[in-house]
């Protein structure tokens, strides 16, 4: 029998790199690697110290990279900080690449020592992690006093206020809480907030964001600025809070998965209240975000980074149709689809369930959505 023979080569940079491991390996180690990364972030955040040992997560996330990149001969992650130092370069930039189609090249898992929102979205693809985000998020207690109070008003209060104020003093944070209409949730409100950090304490002063009504924090060249990463206008100052009178800001998890796509719920139902429509938001307790009365289609409105890592999100988790809605609509929010034609599309292909012909779910652009149900609603009206 004739020997078999295969001609070695020094990787192409610029090719995703082919190995022999399971296929399923690479997404896996990918979000392990987030997960591992946000867990370590949280224990900092805790302690001020780094663990010891570090998280099993991000210690089996690097066995499993030293393995693939052994077997795909290029340099190997030779420690947990060798690892955290590739996630802080964008994702084009690894002397290895796990081949996923849900990375793109310019991403990165860490900026400034910080979980990115890739790595979020990551680490809650994974699963590894989604109960502790979930606990952190506050949303299951908020939900569970409400019901059992059975004050949908209430509810709505809440996830309000986390998008209008994710930033404020703590004066204002405290009058809040004596308010009335938060008297059901006043702890979860408290829990929800944190200290601002001191790259956002400069000069005696916290500078709050026009666009995204975050704070502003010092970056990498020394000048402070927006650093969320859905903000619709990041270069205009809104307020600006003393320092010394003490200033809290909305945990990183709320922010991203609460308050950023909260803006473009928002958004899109004063935009339906424009037109005349009557809109619930956060119905039958999260039952979805948005439903227009006299047009009942239902709204989940996303705001994910990457629409592979969405697809395989809602493969996990479809959109559940209400009782009491007609159709559904996946709405991507406008911050995520501006100048990317390609984003609707891609979450489509990836996502099976979406494009089967008997669903009552649709993915649409926010302004699809509007015009939509505005056109069907003068449409019953005439």
Known sequence: MAQQTSQERAPDPDEETVTPVPEQWHPVVLGMIASGLLELSNVLQRQATFPTPYPATLQRALDRMTVMAMTADVEVPRSVMDLAAWAHCPFSEWPFRPYVEGMTGDEVLLVKGTPSKACLEWAVISGDVEGEIRERLLIHGVLDACKADNDQNAYVNFRA?????????????????????????????????????AEALIDGEALICAGCKNLWTLDLDGARRCQEWDCPDPSRIETRLPAAEGVVWLRRELRMFISGPGRAELRIADALRRHGLNVHLWPGFDACDILPESVPWAADVKSWTNPVRLAWRLTERPFIVPDNAERGYIVIAQEQTRGRPEYIRALRNHCSWLKKASTRVEVVTEKTYIDRVVAEARKRQS
């Open 161 to 197: 206020l986390l998008v209008e104020k994710p930033a404020m003093s703590e004066q204002d944070l405290a009058f809040l809480r004596s308010d009335a209409k938060f008297t059901l949730l006043a702890e979860e409100i408290r829990s929800a907030y944190q200290p601002a950090p």
